[in-house]
Antibody, heavy 118, light 110 residues
Framework: QVQLQESGPGLVKPSETLSLTCTVSGTSINSYYWSWIRQPPGKGLEWIGYIYYSGSTIYNPSLKSRVTISVETSRKQFSLKVSSVTAADTAIYFCARLLRLGDAFDIWGQGTMVTVSS | QSALTQPASVSGSPGQSITISCSGTTSDIGAYNYVSWYRQHPGKAPKLMIY???NRPSGISDRFSGSKSGNTAALTISGLQAEDEADYYCSSYTTSRTVVFGGGTKLTVL
């Protein structure tokens, strides 16, 4: 059974860097694309970006200047960093899998809530 | 990139059919057959219901179907059931190799 599990601090101070990790189990991390998606409280989904297991990335243009996604295949993990956070970055952050570019997100993590507050 | 446009809410009675629209542009929905639909119950992660416009993943009921015409996609749910009450999101691949979601539609089963 393929499972994704997000982990990281639930509270981040304004202007600091938000860091999350997604751990993959039940499948190889190779040959797939891995993505981060977020959802502010009471609002819709926003795609953040994705990474191929080889390390190539594509980001949402609106977040590109502040976002970095990386992968560590040996640990079967991929990570998200969002710099210079503000209250607008408060959201549930989901990690998800795509089989190929253009494909749908077929497996999702349960999500982790991150609050930006001093 | 702008979000795809969905109605904020739709409703229907048990047993009826409803359709949720998802409007985009020639740079997303109109460019490829890479439209997908997700169902999200409160407090849960989204679940894939339709991919590549009109394909259902294994285990998804055939009450769910998708279609596309030009820059607009649609999700139809037939034989509405109480468990269908949820938020529904469309998404599309874009010509910039990015992904865009719709704003979401709240489905109420009366």
């Amino acid at each position: 059974q393929v499972q994704l599990q997000e982990s990281g601090p639930g509270l981040v101070k304004p202007s600091e860097t938000l860091s999350l990790t997604c751990t993959v189990s039940g499948t190889s991390i190779n040959s797939y694309y891995w993505s981060w998606i977020r959802q502010p409280p009471g609002k819709g989904l926003e795609w953040i970006g994705y990474i191929y297991y080889s390390g190539s990335t594509i980001y949402n243009p609106s977040l590109k200047s502040r976002v970095t996604i990386s992968v560590e295949t040996s640990r079967k993990q991929f990570s998200l960093k969002v710099s210079s956070v503000t209250a607008a970055d408060t959201a549930i952050y989901f990690c998800a899998r795509l089989l190929r570019l253009g494909d749908a997100f077929d497996i999702w993590g349960q999500g982790t809530m991150v609050t930006v507050s001093s | 990139q702008s979000a795809l446009t969905q109605p904020a809410s739709v409703s229907g009675s048990p047993g009826q059919s409803i359709t949720i629209s998802c409007s985009g542009t020639t740079s997303d929905i109109g460019a490829y057959n890479y439209v997908s639909w997700y169902r999200q119950h409160p407090g849960k992660a989204p679940k894939l219901m339709i991919y590549d416009v009109n394909n259902r993943p294994s285990g998804i009921s055939d009450r769910f179907s998708g279609s596309k015409s030009g820059n607009t996609a649609a999700l139809t749910i037939s034989g509405l059931q109480a468990e269908d009450e949820a938020d529904y999101y469309c998404s599309s691949y874009t010509t910039s190799r990015t992904v865009v979601f719709g704003g979401g539609t709240k489905l109420t089963v009366l």
